[in-house]
């Protein structure tokens, strides 16, 4: 993996090429070094993957996934999440951990000076030049969308082109003060990166240990997501099921040992992200509400975690780099259903829907459920697909995203013996620009 590649490779120069990026972020570059060999330009992409934050894991404690009470979570894990996971975003404790903004934008820097730089690199092949300036892209293509969909408003919640998001950042100028860019901008720039990156990318597949780097495959992958979010079913609909063929396979629960969001699955497209480390995999216990979901003969809820009492169920992955997930095959299984379903498309919804089923279903249960599929209105299809989707992709920073973009429900939790309410399309559905970033630059405000 990715931190292992980094103890064998020289990536002082990375380190000393950028601390920080510029004055709207509150950070400045120190010991600037630039790089000229395709080795010390490979080295420099590491880090930006390398620095990637685990944010999308994050937003767990902000979704319903996760219960924390004093019984199951840590003192730490209390001061560090609580006030997240409750949603109390005014007067937060001094020790609440925070989403990153900071770091996005540092790894979106350095994705701008390989866009800008790397075509000029020595001692590289032009089609080494191409894959390194094509993943720089790619690179700066998702942190923009992981960061309009924390801090902006969802696509399909609002009008795109008028609402203010977060700013682009387009160029290594750090003397730039940039301002808020619309929802729709933000959208526009992530696709033509992908567009750009599509162009240049010619590397299919990476071998085990390195599939933290972006491939071909992933292009349609990420446009499968963009698409979905954004509500324009018919996109997602086409490149869901063009990863679909080229990369459908799915890890069979009833037979194979390997979780399907574990690096080696076969299921693996992009392992980037590391989800779900240590420090969020071991705190709290798993919401009653979302184990209730999996009903007899789901083999997911014995693969996924760990019952340690009647009451009491633990995540079993993660709390590795191993379980790095930002792409797998199962996650356009439910993109083609739920895109086909708003298309009208039912038989095609079901399909896809009963495909991924198959793989993680006792045979003993499958055939009645893959009836009861079969039987469903429009209605009963897409909330059996809005709960497989949560039943599947749990703790893979999917499902506050997935309630961001959808019915924005209204969701109750209690702590101590007091019940906090996240109204239904609550605003603090979107996350505040942090509010060190806009005192260096007060722009971000309006």
């Known amino acids: 993996m990715k931190k292992i590649f980094l103890i064998t490779i020289n990536i002082c120069l990375a380190v000393l090429l950028f601390t920080a990026c510029d004055d709207f972020l509150d950070i400045q570059p120190t010991g600037k070094v630039i790089p000229k060999t395709g080795r010390e330009f490979r080295a420099l992409l590491t880090e930006a993957y390398s620095a990637f934050p685990s944010d999308r894991g994050k937003t767990v404690f902000r979704s319903d996934e996760l219960v924390l009470d004093n019984a199951t979570t840590t003192s730490e894990g209390l001061n560090s999440f609580l006030d997240l996971w409750r949603w109390m975003d005014d007067d937060v404790d001094e020790n609440t951990s925070s989403f990153s903004w900071r770091s996005f934008y540092y790894v979106s820097y350095i994705a701008n000076t390989i866009i800008e730089q790397g075509m000029s690199m020595t001692e590289a092949t032009d089609s080494e030049r191409s894959q390194l300036v094509g993943e720089a892209y790619m690179l700066r293509a998702y942190t923009h969308f992981v960061l309009v969909n924390l801090f902006g408003e969802p696509y399909t919640h609002c009008n795109p082109k008028q609402t203010k998001a977060i700013p682009l950042k387009l160029n290594s100028d750090v003397n730039a003060i940039l301002k808020r860019n619309t929802v729709a901008e933000v959208y526009a720039s992530i696709l033509s990166d992908l567009e750009k990156g599509e162009q240049l990318l010619n590397v299919e597949t990476w071998d085990v240990g390195y599939t933290y780097r972006f491939n071909k495959l992933s292009v349609d992958a990420f446009r499968a997501r963009v698409y ?65 979901l999996y009903r007899s003969g789901d083999l997911r809820k014995s693969k996924y975690y760990r019952q340690v009492t009647a009451s009491v169920s633990t995540l079993l992955k993660g709390g590795s780099n191993e379980y790095s997930c930002t792409f797998r095959s199962a996650e356009f299984y439910l993109t083609a259903a739920e895109a086909a379903l708003e298309l009208n498309d039912l038989d095609n919804a079901k399909l896809y829907l009963i495909s991924l089923m198959e793989k993680r279903y006792h045979t003993s249960t499958i055939k009645r459920y893959k009836d009861e599929v079969n039987n469903m209105s429009q209605e009963e299809l897409r909330e059996k697909i ?37 109204e239904k399309e609550d605003p603090r559905y979107t996350l505040r620009i942090p509010s060190e970033a806009i005192e260096a630059n007060p722009g971000l405000a309006d």
């Open 386 to 422: 809005y709960n497989e989707r949560f039943c599947e992709l749990a703790f893979e920073g999917h499902r506050w995203f997935d309630l961001r973009r959808t019915t924005q429900p209204e969701l109750q939790k209690t702590y101590q013996g007091v019940t906090y309410i996240l």
């Open 228 to 292: 979905l979010y954004m509500g324009d079913w018919q996109n997602a609909y086409n490149y869901a099921h063009s990863v679909i063929e080229k990369h459908g396979a799915l890890e069979d629960l009833t037979t194979s040992k390997t979780l399907p969001s574990h690096y080696k699955s076969v299921e693996a497209i992009l392992s980037m992200e590391d989800i779900m480390p240590a420090i969020y995999q071991t705190e709290g216990k798993i919401s009653p509400t979302l184990l209730s």
